[in-house]
């Protein structure tokens, strides 16, 4: 009993931390709780899916890509003023929520977009809405110590909705699932 008791105790903590430290992370480690989390794909076939994008319309790619090079430059700096060149003041206000959180906790997250795969949208007017298949690279910092905390690979499945304010086209909505895919 005592050898199966030094033997289980190892496991259990190995687990707990697992589960404390992201590994099952309910939420994207880059929009907080805005998303839901997936434990398998939509469908079976999702990563061959997913990795093949055809949506061809450049100036809501280019609104996305902008908003997530800011959104990368926000979350390492935690200033969220950029937000608002690319962003409507609803959608900064909740992305600078969540990043000055962050800073209160003493994290900071440095992310990378690895891979954006547009899958499709379309505009109606003033409105636009996109679909896409994000990967990031992420770690999360210790502000004190400079630690590493964790890193690794989010992949989200983001229906962005966007608005066109005069000229330029603005993020107004983030909608993700963070998914794991299929190995």
Not at 88 to 101: E, F, L, N, V
Request: aromatic share 8%; charged share 25%.
């Amino acid at each position: 009993m005592k050898k199966l008791r030094h033997f289980l105790i190892p496991i259990l903590v190995i687990l707990t931390l697992l589960f404390f430290t992201g590994c099952h992370n309910e939420h994207s480690a880059l929009r907080g709780s805005n998303g839901t989390t997936a434990n398998k794909p939509a469908s079976p076939d999702i990563n061959k899916t997913l990795l093949q994008g055809n949506f061809q319309d450049e100036a809501l790619k280019k609104a996305v890509l902008n908003y997530d090079n800011v959104l990368i430059n926000a979350l390492r700096n935690f200033n969220t003023e950029q937000l608002l060149s690319v962003a409507t003041p609803d959608r900064h206000s909740a992305d600078d929520a969540y990043i000055q959180g962050n800073k209160k906790k003493g994290i900071r997250i440095n992310a990378k977009l690895l891979q954006s795969n547009f899958q499709a949208g379309g505009k109606n007017g003033n409105k636009a809405h996109i679909e896409v298949v994000e990967v990031w690279g992420i770690e999360k910092v210790d502000l004190k110590t400079g630690k590493v905390i964790s890193n690794g690979e989010e992949y989200n499945y983001v229906k962005y909705g966007l608005i066109k304010n005069e000229a330029k086209w603005l993020v107004q909505t983030v909608d993700l699932t963070v998914y794991e895919p299929e190995t």
